[in-house]
């Protein structure tokens, strides 16, 4: 992974996890219930985002929303198109990983993973069935490399 890369996945999972802790202050509820699930209903379009207590729904949100309160600041327009690639990028993964050609059947949920430190983490999920989680640092770069940019 070059170094732009490396800096890119850091700051991408640090603006995850500030906006998942801000955001669980902002709902009233601990960082560790909160989860963000992320679907799609093509390629072509914004992610479709839903902010989750534990398994209960508790609104709507937007990419550029969790961008803001995550810290995106004065460059939360530019930041929220790269996430939004990004997005895409991990749904373009998933579906080359369960070998499918419609992202409607493939959700993502974003939440803090406990490891040595709570990390920011997606769980990939198939016909509503849990198959894998990466940390967030760790599958910026990869899927970025693996798709180029005709793909998302």
């Not at 729904?57 to 309160?69: M, N, P």
């Not at 995106?72 to 990028?89: D, M, N, R, Y």
């Not at 490891?115 to 967030?136: F, G, H, M, N, R």
Request: charged letters at 30%; glycine letters at 4%; one cysteine or more.
């Amino acid at each position: 992974m070059k170094t732009q890369e490396i800096n890119e996945s850091k700051y991408i999972s640090e603006l995850c996890e500030n906006m998942i802790r801000e955001m669980a202050i902002k709902e009233n509820m601990q960082p560790e219930d909160l989860s963000v699930r992320l679907d799609m209903k093509t390629l072509d379009d914004k992610p479709i985002v839903g902010l989750f207590d534990r398994k209960k729904l508790v609104r709507r949100s937007s990419i550029r929303e969790l961008v803001r309160v995550g810290g995106g600041g004065l460059l939360t327009g530019l930041i929220t198109k790269e996430v939004i690639k990004q997005v895409k990028a991990v749904f373009v993964y998933a579906m080359e990983i369960f070998n499918q050609n419609d992202p409607q059947t493939i959700f993502a949920v974003l939440y803090l993973k406990k490891t040595d430190v709570e990390q920011p983490a997606i769980a990939l999920y198939k016909d509503c069935v849990y198959d894998q989680s990466l940390l967030i640092e760790n599958i910026i770069g990869s899927v970025s490399n693996e798709n180029t940019e005709d793909n998302v």
